[in-house]
């Protein structure tokens, strides 16, 4: 007959131990797991499970790699297939594509229409970033100031926002553009000075929900200030909001961009931004020069769905409801 040693079943489990009752110490009996070797499992499982649930979205994931394809088409792209896009060469207009070396032909000037799309869209990328970013971050401080300090500051604050909002946002802009000259670094201020409302508005909602949290009240209680509760905890608890409404910032901004380049209001030649190009090629779509047209007007709505979807994806990987399913 088997024989158990004395002790080894005289030890109860811990989980079959009552609440509150202290652990069994001695031989045999469970290590302790200390509290700060667990948060950090936890802290990495939600962050993993974030990182999987975007990818579950496939057209999260396509858009990822449609905006990482069209950046390395933009910055990288001339550096392997070098044009001027300088000096014309009407010599070689209206060159049909796949003709004497050019893969997308040329346009009424001679200029090689694959290297332009490259040029655009660098043009179109740094402002549509730059403006994006830029009224994001502008707008998350407003609307993070004027929900936590609420009263006549946020009344005051928001109807700032509620005014400039019922002004079409396309109208100011051409009006702006139409009075400065427009540079890459004008349209970035130009757009991402009204850019800002929505931001503002959705984290001014996060920020009155968030200021009423224990964590905020103890902050206050032991002599914290309105710019560090703003600054180091309704921002970082809203960071989830911020960044998902960065990308749609973007892609408002370089549909902009197109906007006031197709309107003849964007960067003057010989810069070039796809916009622009679609402006241009639109009055030779009866010519049969299509090469003129589609080309920037596909890579216009590649770029603006691709940031799109990536902000679909991001919102729900910030969901915690999701996470935690």
Not at 156 to 171: E, G, K, N, T, Y
Not at 214 to 239: L, P, W, Y
Not at 268 to 292: H, R, T, V
């Amino acid at each position: 007959m088997t024989t158990t040693p004395r002790g080894a079943d005289e030890t109860p489990a811990a989980e079959n131990l009552p609440a509150g009752a202290p652990l069994p110490t001695g031989p045999g009996s469970p290590e302790p797991v200390e509290s700060s070797q667990r948060r950090p499992r936890r802290r990495s499982s939600l962050g993993r499970q974030g990182i999987e649930m975007f990818l579950e979205n496939r057209l999260a994931v396509l858009g990822l790699v449609l905006i990482v394809g069209l950046v390395l088409f933009s910055f990288v792209g001339p550096l392997l297939h070098r044009t001027d896009q300088v000096h014309t060469d009407l010599a070689n207009a209206y060159v049909p594509p796949g003709e004497r070396g050019y893969l997308l032909g040329t346009d009424g000037i001679g200029y090689d229409q694959l290297g332009r799309l490259m040029l655009g869209g660098q043009t179109s990328l740094i402002v549509g970033l730059a403006a994006g970013l830029l009224a994001t971050a502008f707008g998350t401080l407003w609307g993070a100031t004027a929900g936590f300090l609420g009263g006549w500051v946020d009344a005051v604050m928001m109807r700032l926002v509620d005014a400039l909002l019922s002004i079409p946002a396309l109208f100011l802009f051409m009006l702006i553009a139409t009075i400065i000259t427009p540079t890459v670094p004008m349209l970035v201020l130009t757009i991402a000075a009204f850019a800002w409302l929505n931001p503002a508005r959705m984290i001014r909602g996060d920020s009155i929900a968030l200021r009423s949290r224990d964590f905020i009240v103890a902050m206050r209680g032991m002599g914290g200030g309105s710019a560090r509760a703003v600054r180091s905890h309704i921002v970082r608890n809203a960071i989830g909001t911020v960044i998902v409404n960065a990308t749609f910032q973007i892609a408002d901004a370089i549909l902009y961009v197109a906007y006031l380049s197709y309107l003849g209001l964007g960067v003057p030649p010989p810069a070039a931004n796809w916009g622009g190009m679609l402006s241009s090629g639109i009055g030779e779509i009866y010519s049969a020069n299509w090469w003129l047209v589609y080309p920037p007007g596909i890579l216009i709505i590649l770029l603006v769905l691709a940031f799109n979807f990536v902000g679909d994806g991001l919102r729900d990987a910030f969901e915690v409801r999701l996470r935690k399913r």
